[in-house]
């Protein structure tokens, strides 16, 4: 192949000799993660100086970090999405290509530090209404060139866009796609430095009231939104900070979803088969019920402060929150599908280790993927939130890991599940909460799910008994055996299905309880054991309570 290159064009010579070294890298989805993220705290810190924040100081909190940081990987993610349509033929270096293209952000900071004298300029959004919008569209982002959309940021999207062209050219032979790519990439980037407006245009149904800030301000300043935005020990700020605080706060939850959505497309069509077995491995029963307790732990707020209301920002920060605690599971799966692969050969045949669907090196992909996610939704949930997420990482970890592996401890590895379940019923509670302080948590109800998970815990493990039998665990099923294990796990399921209408003082509920605890010891013993009945009994269980509760309200006000 060698011989054959000086008899190309010279270009097409430099392009074949480039790809080649493109395909040399070795990168993977988190070394290419933590490479543009180094990339972008370069960035931040050369920002920091063309841009300093207000009062002229450092932008170094964590809330404008964050957005920030959101901000740019939802534009390099999408960067990506284009440039596989574009260059079909190079679209397995695709990632190659942007984790060295990215240098080009440290354009902007640089040009408005050197055109300012030092001096730097302020940078902003484009909050317009739509025909100024459409104004700024169509004169590359305005007339204004020292504020919001500075010279050195439309300097740095000049440069992108030749050459992103260029390229598209040099590769394809096709004007036309060269033309409709750098199209493509001007619409792209404009979506986005214009976001807060078109958000708010989304949000009215396309006819926005006068200017977007109308729209996006009075959120920032909402009760339960506040409380998020800071540490539940702070108690004032200026409403100068404060709205600087939530603005990037609710651009961060606005960021997110939408890096989740290209996020999710580009590893669906780049790894349609690594995509699916990861998604199919999330356990579906067991997401359900960490959300349940999220759910419960935000009703125990609204009984507590019937007077939260609920806007905008603080949708995206619950879904922010069930985000996290979605990825901080896949986190704990992967690291437990990890350590027990043997186990899983012989007691769960189709993980996807076992199926060979993923590898261990994906796997180990997948979990630290998952853990950068969980944590950045964490912590655009809010500082007590993200508390609960770190907590509730480090609890699964030590459970499932070594040297720790305290799974293998009988009794103390159900304790370990049931506190799992009580960080998410905090997140849910304190998300809402409009006080942080521990004791506003109703005591009882930390007792009653500490009690009633750490019963029900212990048919985790009737799954998992030839491989724990296999691997010498010892937990409660093999060490009572295969006739009284299944009974006494049974036994303390029952039970604990009997606790809930005695913790919630509500022994009507006792017409659902009885039912379900003993159609758990039922499945429980049947044989071949079924986790998946066990798990159906608990939500029609659940279900059947509210409607019980439900009714029991409509009597009460004379509807029934």
């Known amino acids: 192949m060698n011989s054959q290159i000086p008899n190309r064009p010279r270009a097409v010579a430099l392009l074949a000799r480039f790809k080649a070294y493109l395909d040399g890298m070795a990168i993977t989805p988190a070394s290419w993660l933590l490479g543009v993220s180094g990339i972008f705290m370069i960035r931040f810190f050369l920002e920091s100086l063309s841009c300093p924040a207000a009062g002229g100081y450092f932008t170094s909190d964590a809330p404008s970090l964050v957005h920030y940081y959101v901000f740019f990987l939802t534009v390099a993610v999408s960067a990506m999405l284009i440039l596989r349509l574009a260059i079909p033929s190079w679209q397995a270096v695709v990632p190659h290509l942007t984790s060295l293209s990215i240098l080009a952000v440290l354009i902007a900071p640089t040009a408005d530090w050197l055109i300012s004298g030092g001096a730097g300029f302020r940078l902003a959004y484009l909050f317009d209404e739509p025909r100024a919008l459409a104004r700024s569209f169509l ?22 866009l030749i050459t992103v062209a260029a390229l598209v050219f040099l590769i394809e032979r096709s004007l036309g796609r060269a033309v409709l790519t750098a199209l493509g990439f001007y619409v792209m980037i ?62 961060g939850r606005i960021l ?168 998410a019923a905090l997140a849910g509670f304190f998300i809402l909460a409009p006080v942080k302080t521990v004791a506003s948590f109703p005591p ?80 429980i013993n049947q044989t071949p054991y079924s986790e998946k009945r066990i798990f159906r009994t608990y939500f029609a269980f659940i279900a059947a309570s509210v409607l019980v509760l439900a009714v029991k309200v409509l009597i009460f006000m004379g509807k029934i």
Not at 147 to 153: C, D, K, L, P, S
Not at 486 to 515: N, Y
């Open 444 to 523: 009882r109800l930390t007792v009653a799910i500490l009690s009633i998970y750490f019963l029900a815990a212990h048919l985790r493990d009737l799954k998992d008994v030839a491989g724990d039998r296999a691997a010498g665990i010892h937990t409660v099923p093999i060490i009572l055996g295969a006739k009284w294990g299944p009974r006494v796990v049974g036994a303390l399921v029952f039970l604990a299905f009997i606790l809930v209408p005695i913790f919630m003082r509500f022994h009507l509920l006792f017409i659902t309880a009885l039912p379900a605890g003993a159609a758990a010891y039922y499945f």
């Open 256 to 423: 997110f979803v939408v890096l989740l959505i290209v996020s999710g497309a580009w590893f669906y069509t780049q790894y349609p088969g690594k995509f699916r077995a990861f998604i199919g491995n999330s356990r579906p029963e067991r997401v359900a019920h960490y959300l349940l307790m999220i759910l419960l732990g935000m009703i125990a707020a609204a009984v507590t402060f019937p007077r939260i209301h609920l806007n905008w920002s603080d949708s995206l920060a619950l879904f922010s929150l069930a985000m996290a605690y979605y990825f901080a599971w896949m986190f704990a799966v992967g690291v437990n599908d990890l350590v027990d692969e043997e186990i899983d050969a012989i007691s769960s045949p189709g993980r996807p280790l076992s199926q060979r669907s993923l590898s261990r090196g994906d796997m180990q992909q997948a979990a630290v993927l998952s853990l950068v996610i969980s944590l950045l939704a964490g912590f655009l949930a809010g500082y007590t939130t993200f508390f609960f997420v770190l907590a509730f990482t480090a609890l699964y970890y030590v459970y499932s890991a070594p040297p720790t592996r305290l799974k293998t401890i009988p009794l103390f590895s159900s304790f370990l599940i049931s506190l799992c379940c009580l960080t």
């Open 139 to 160: 004169c590359f982002f305005g007339p204004n060139l020292f504020a919001g959309i500075t010279i050195g940021i439309r300097i740095e999207i000049a440069i992108i």
């Open 190 to 251: 404009f979506i986005f430095l214009a976001l807060p407006a078109i958000f708010s245009i989304v949000m009215q149904g396309g006819r926005p009231a006068g200017n977007p800030s109308d729209f996006i301000n009075p959120a920032l300043f909402a009760p339960a939104t506040v409380a998020n935005y800071m540490h539940g020990s702070l108690a004032s700020t200026s409403r100068a900070h404060l709205y600087d605080v939530g603005f990037n706060y609710a651009m």
